[in-house]
């Protein structure tokens, strides 16, 4: 999306829309599912593309995966033409994807997606590299293939190799410059 002015996109990442666990003991916290769907606030997240949608700014939460909880601090997000919502787990919710106008699937060989969880969660969310391959195990691995790999089938678009594939980028920017420049608009649903 990097074809597009950056003035016209809002970004919205699944992750900052995971349920509190403040209440959880550090057992149940290390324990607890992250790659189940049940582990999103899917009706915040419905309530705030909608509201995007209709033109309304939102405070975002934002998540904080050591502590396992939403922060008190938000992100003011003002609605824009564009509206990238990010997350593996979004497709697998009926009522939010009746709110987007195109709905991809990036897709990753599963031992370039072990790669990109061993980095990300030893880099941005403190964790040794024994848990990460027990996470992925346990949770990761099997939530995609009951989840994730699943919810392709809504897909409008399956895009190989992830975001690294210069045809399907150039197709996804061509469609999103034809909806700015369109008079007409899918209706937000009620």
Known sequence: MHALPGEDIAVIPQDAYYKDLSALSLQEKLSYN?????????????EHVSSLRRGQEIDQPVYDF???????????????????????LVLTH???????????????????????????????????????????????????????????EYADLIIPHGGHNAVATSLISEFVRRKLHSPFSKPLPT
Do not use: N, W
């Open 34 to 46: 992250f790659d189940d769907p049940a582990a999103i606030d899917f009706d915040l997240l419905v």
């Open 94 to 152: 009926a009522p939010l994807r009746a709110l987007l106008d195109l709905k991809l699937f990036m897709h990753l060989a599963a031992d370039q997606r072990l790669v990109q969880i061993v980095e990300r969660d030893i880099a941005e969310r403190g964790r040794d590299a024994g848990e990460v391959l027990r996470r992925y195990l346990e949770t990761v691995r099997p939530m995609h293939e009951r989840y994730v790999e699943p919810s392709r």
């Open 66 to 88: 050591l502590s396992c909880k939403r922060l008190d601090e938000t992100v003011t997000v003002v609605p824009r033409p564009v509206l990238i919502l990010e997350g593996i």
